[in-house]
């Protein structure tokens, strides 16, 4: 799953082009991960189980930090979810997305992750007055203390959902919801949201999900 994950994101940054991008900037350019397992990581790339086998995509850069339980600022590494997810993680998209944006747009600065993924969670414990989301709000409202930008919340979420068709069915009217609140928590009305369908091997109505997921039309909401 982890390459598929990786060419999914590096895709929409071929073919889409965010304001985050376009300008050299002095500020540290911040971005929310947020999701269930996906996000968050799981085991290694070679033999499914974490052993310490960074892939070149996910490699370590001083200019890429994150933020820790402790909400603190230290350089970035795989698992880069460690003592955020309660479950064993692994290595997930994060790192590879921050190595492709700089990869793209040298100029751009330190980036800064904002890790908030919480494996086997559904939309319902993401929503508006949850723990779950006044946590993240918690994280996000602590990586600007010290000055920075929040660019963009990266979405990985919609398998412990897929399980179930009544959850299934709902997706897509709680998802919107919770993009609408988040960006209107931040506050970011437009704030760009990148989110990753599932795939087929998710849960037996991952189809419901998946076209829920694309059929999201909100402004600078991309799938």
């Not at 999914?8 to 999701?35: P, R, W, Y």
């Not at 990266?154 to 609408?180: N, P, V």
């Amino acid at each position: 799953m982890f390459p598929s994950v990786i060419f999914t994101f590096l895709a929409a940054f071929q073919f889409h082009t965010f304001e985050f991008l376009v300008c050299a900037t002095d500020e540290k350019s911040i971005f929310i991960l947020a999701g269930q397992s996906n996000m968050a990581g799981r085991g290694g790339v070679t033999n499914g189980t974490w052993d310490g086998c960074v892939p070149h995509e996910c490699r370590p850069d001083p200019r890429i930090l994150r933020l820790n339980p402790k909400l603190m600022w230290e350089e970035a590494r795989e698992p880069l979810h460690r003592g955020i997810d309660t479950k064993p993680c692994g290595v997930g998209p994060g790192m590879s997305f921050a190595n492709s944006v700089l990869q793209r747009d040298p100029c751009l600065g330190v980036i800064g992750l904002v890790t908030c993924a919480s494996g086997g969670t559904n939309i319902i414990e993401s929503k508006r007055g949850s723990d779950l989301y006044y946590w993240l709000l918690k994280r996000a409202n602590a990586a600007l203390q010290d000055g920075g930008k929040i660019r963009a919340i990266l979405w990985y979420q919609g398998e412990s959902d897929s399980a179930d068709e009544t959850r299934a069915k709902m997706y897509k009217k709680r998802l919107i919801e919770f993009f609408l609140d988040i960006r209107r928590d931040l506050p970011s009305p437009v704030l760009p949201i990148i989110q990753v369908a599932l795939a087929s091997n998710a849960g037996l109505h991952y189809e419901v999900v998946r076209k829920a997921q694309l059929e999201i039309k909100l402004p600078n909401v991309m799938c």
